[in-house]
Nanobody, 121 residues
């Protein structure tokens, strides 16, 4: 299963970016989709996830109120809308798919290639 993440870039603090993650239909319709990030020298951390049933979402505390995860079933795509970006949001962002309702990285079965987000101060 191959996930394709895109949409990263360089943005000033306070700005916005939208990340996209395209997934095969069979993955998209039955897996939990999540976003993680990894900054240099740090471990990969959970950002947000959305359930395939009822689209219930869950966010890490540092991004609550600023980031929104959503999915477009017609396009088999998950989005991460990131607003009010801060320099500490700088990281490589990964999308991932899991059969479990989990926020732990090792619980995710499939990963995208990562997309760089850089927020300048």
């Amino acid at each position: 299963v191959q996930l394709q993440a895109s949409g990263g870039g360089l943005v000033q603090a306070g700005g916005s970016l939208r990340l996209s993650c395209a997934a095969p239909e069979r993955t998209f319709n039955s897996y939990v989709m999540g976003w993680f990030r990894q900054a240099p020298g740090k471990e990969r951390e959970f950002v947000a996830r959305i359930l395939w049933i009822n689209d219930i979402t869950y966010y890490a505390d540092p991004v609550k109120g600023r980031f929104t995860i959503s999915r477009d079933n017609a396009k088999n795509t998950v989005y991460l809308q990131m607003n009010s970006l801060k320099p500490e949001d700088t990281a490589v962002y990964y999308c991932a798919a899991s059969r479990q309702n989990t926020i732990v990285a090792r619980g995710y079965d499939y990963w995208g290639q990562g997309t760089q987000v850089t927020v300048s101060s």
